[in-house]
């Protein structure tokens, strides 16, 4: 996923829980971003050796480790942070590679193989047809938000 991110996680809490706070609202759509923070250390710090779903960031443990402990604190802010991260990894397992079992197993499987047609990495990603389960995800968030009224 390259855009949904946000969207999904819009969707998710107007379909789930439409009666959130804007706080809530606010901590699962950080959440939903936050696991790509890692692109900064991916590019600036690591040149790009190691695959940033390898980070910790990007493993499921930890946002399910937080959202434990911020049930146990009454902390809806984190429980939100972690729902939008754990989102996050669902999104990302349809075409990238997710360690769900860590740290017991480092067996990672993606739904869907995006192959690469073009010599930009990228480019066969925005040609594949999964770009357009984006699109339709952002379309979707668009025609809620606008419909709703609620601006978030």
Do not use: N
Not at 20 to 43: C, E, H, K, N, Q
């Amino acid at each position: 996923m390259f855009v949904a991110h946000l969207p999904a996680a819009y969707l998710a809490v107007r379909a789930i829980r439409p009666d959130a706070s804007r706080t809530v609202m606010a901590a699962i759509l950080a959440g939903s971003v936050l696991p790509d923070l890692d692109l900064l250390w991916f590019y600036l710090v690591d040149a790009r050796q190691h695959h940033h779903h390898d980070y910790l960031t990007h493993k499921p443990l930890v946002w399910a480790l937080l959202a434990l402990a911020g049930w146990a604190r009454g902390s809806a802010i984190a429980v939100g942070v972690a729902a939008g991260a754990l989102l996050h990894m669902m999104l990302d397992s349809i075409a990238g590679q997710i360690t769900w079992g860590w740290p017991f197993t480092t067996l990672a499987a993606t739904l869907v193989v995006v192959p690469a047609t073009r010599d930009w990495w990228l480019a066969s990603f925005l040609l594949h047809w999964t770009i357009a389960v984006e699109l339709m995800i952002c379309t979707a968030a668009s025609v809620v938000w606008f419909v709703s009224g609620k601006r978030i």
